[in-house]
C-alpha cells in the first residue's frame, strides 16, 4: 500500500477501548481508520465468561451511550435489535450480565468494516510525518503495509504470573484468564486451591463452591491482603472514576499520582458486594446441621514459589503478619494473580528511547492520551496510548466507564473540533479549592 493511501489513523488491539473509538469514529466522523487484532474474533476475557456473572459498572457504560445517547451502537439499541428490551427491563438490574456484554460487543464489531481480525501488528515505524504500520495478515498469508498519520495502541493486558510461579503445566496451575478453558480437569483435583484476591479470584472461588456438592474437592482461598474486602461502591466514592478527577489526578506529580493510587485501592481492587453475599450464603447453607464445609479461607498469606512434587504442587507460603512460613499442598492452583499491561516488544524497539518516561516501566502521557516525544515535541502525527494508563490517568484507566471520554478526546484531537462534547463539572465532587474559595 503506498503512501497515497494514507489512513488518518490506524489502532493497534480491538478491544472494548479501541472499539469504542472504532464505533465513534465511523458514526460521526470521515476519517479513513484501520483496526487490526491478532486473535481470529473479538472476545471479552473467555476464559472469564462465568455463567450469572455481571459486568461491575452499569449499562450506560458501553461502547458509545456518554459520547452519544443516539448512538446506533448503543445497548439499548442493541437489546431493541434482538427483542430483549422487555426482558432488561423486566430483569431490573442496572448491571448487564457479562456473557450478554461479549454479545453486545460482537454485535458491533459485526457492524464495522473498520475491524480487522488475524491480523497482528508486528511493526509501527516513524517516517517523519507520518507511521508506517506492518501487519500480519494471517488469513491471507501475507504481510501488509499501512500508514498512517496517527496510531493509537489500545493492545490491554496480559496475565500478571509472579516469580516463582511459571513454567508449570498449564492443565493443573493457570490463571484465572484461563479458568473456563480447564474447569473441568481443575474440578478432578482432590485440593484446589486459589491464589490472589479481587473480583477474579472472588468470581472463580464462588464458582467452585456451587460446583463442589457435585464433587469431593477441599477449596482454598490464599490471598495476601488483610482481608476479604468489599470493593468501595458508595455514589460519592464512585465518582473518583469521573472525567472531573482525571483531569485533577493528571496534573499532580508523578510521585503524588502514584501515593493517590495507593490511598484509592479500595475503589480498584476490592469484591463486588453482591459476589461477597452469595459466597456467604452458600457458605451458610452449607454448614446447616454443624456440616463442616470443606473450605480455608485465608488472608494475610503470600504464596512465594509453587515446585511439583509427586502428589501434587507444595505452595511455599508466608502469613505475613505474624512473620510465618509454612507449606501448603494442592493438586490444582488457579493464580488470580492480576494483569500488567501488554507493551509490545516493537514498541520498545521503536520508541524506548525516543518518548519521555516517569520511571522505567511508565511512559509520559499527555492528559489528552498523546505520547510525549523528546524530538518534535510539537509534531502533528501523534502516538496516542489507551493502555498503561493507571500512573498518568488515575484508577479509572482500566474502567470501562472512562473508556468513551478518552475516546472522546482522541477523536476531538485528530480531527481539530469537537466532533463529540466533552463534558465536566459533572459530579458533585470537586479536588481542589477554584479561585473564588469558599
Excluded at 508506517?132 to 503495509?145: F, G
Excluded at 492443565?171 to 480447564?182: A, M, P, R
Excluded at 500488567?340 to 524497539?349: A, C, G, Q, R
Aim: net charge negative; with cysteine; glycine share 6%.
Amino acid at each position: 500500500m503506498s503512501r497515497q493511501d494514507m489512513h488518518d489513523c490506524i489502532g493497534i488491539g480491538i478491544g472494548p477501548y479501541n472499539l469504542s473509538l472504532a464505533a465513534l469514529m465511523e458514526e460521526k466522523t470521515d476519517l479513513k481508520v484501520k483496526f487490526f487484532d491478532q486473535t481470529p474474533e473479538f472476545q471479552w476475557h473467555p476464559g472469564m465468561l462465568i455463567n450469572l456473572t455481571d459486568l461491575q459498572v452499569p449499562f450506560i457504560a458501553d461502547l458509545v451511550t456518554f459520547a452519544n445517547p443516539q448512538s446506533r451502537y448503543s445497548y439499548l439499541n442493541y437489546l431493541h435489535t434482538h427483542n430483549r428490551l422487555y426482558k432488561f427491563f423486566f430483569f431490573q438490574k442496572f448491571e448487564m450480565p457479562r456473557q450478554e456484554y461479549n454479545d453486545y460487543a460482537r454485535w458491533v464489531v459485526g457492524q464495522l468494516g473498520s475491524c480487522q481480525f488475524h491480523s497482528e501488528v508486528i511493526g509501527v515505524t516513524d517516517v517523519g510525518d507520518c507511521y508506517k504500520v506492518e501487519v500480519d495478515n494471517r488469513l491471507r498469508d501475507v504481510r501488509e503495509v499501512y500508514y498512517a498519520k496517527h496510531v493509537v495502541m489500545g493492545t490491554g493486558s496480559k496475565p500478571l504470573i509472579l516469580d516463582g510461579m511459571e513454567g508449570l503445566p498449564d492443565e493443573d496451575v493457570h490463571h484465572t484468564s484461563k479458568y473456563l478453558f480447564h474447569k473441568s480437569a481443575t474440578m478432578e483435583g482432590s485440593t484446589i486451591t486459589i491464589v490472589g484476591s479481587g473480583q477474579s479470584a472472588a468470581e472463580v472461588f464462588v464458582d467452585l463452591l456451587k460446583e463442589q456438592e457435585n464433587h469431593s474437592y477441599q477449596l482454598t482461598w490464599l490471598t495476601r491482603s488483610e482481608g476479604i474486602l468489599q470493593l468501595e461502591s458508595s455514589k460519592l466514592g464512585q465518582e473518583f472514576f469521573a472525567p472531573d478527577y482525571v483531569d485533577y489526578f493528571h496534573g499532580l506529580t508523578f510521585e503524588k499520582r502514584e501515593e493517590a493510587l495507593g490511598t484509592l485501592d479500595q475503589l480498584r481492587n476490592g469484591i463486588d458486594p453482591d459476589t461477597l453475599n452469595n459466597i456467604y450464603n452458600i457458605l451458610y447453607n452449607h454448614s446447616v446441621s454443624d456440616q463442616s464445609p470443606s473450605i480455608t479461607i485465608q488472608p494475610l498469606t503470600e504464596v512465594n514459589k509453587i515446585h511439583q512434587e509427586e502428589e501434587g504442587y507444595v505452595l511455599n507460603c508466608r502469613q505475613w503478619q505474624e512473620d510465618r512460613d509454612f507449606s501448603y499442598q494442592s493438586d490444582k492452583v488457579i493464580l488470580a494473580t492480576g494483569y500488567k499491561p501488554n507493551i509490545p516488544s516493537w514498541f520498545m524497539d521503536e520508541f524506548e528511547e525516543r518518548i519521555v518516561w516517569e520511571d522505567e516501566m511508565k511512559f509520559k502521557v499527555s492528559r489528552n492520551y498523546k505520547l510525549q516525544f523528546k524530538e518534535k515535541p510539537d509534531r502533528e502525527h501523534h502516538f496516542y496510548t489507551v493502555t498503561n494508563l493507571e500512573h498518568s490517568h488515575g484508577a479509572g484507566a482500566t474502567n470501562l466507564g472512562l473508556a468513551v471520554d478518552r475516546n472522546i478526546q482522541i477523536i476531538n484531537d485528530i480531527v481539530g473540533e469537537e466532533v463529540y462534547e466533552v463534558q465536566r463539572n459533572t459530579i458533585f465532587s470537586q479536588f481542589t479549592m477554584d479561585k473564588k474559595g469558599f
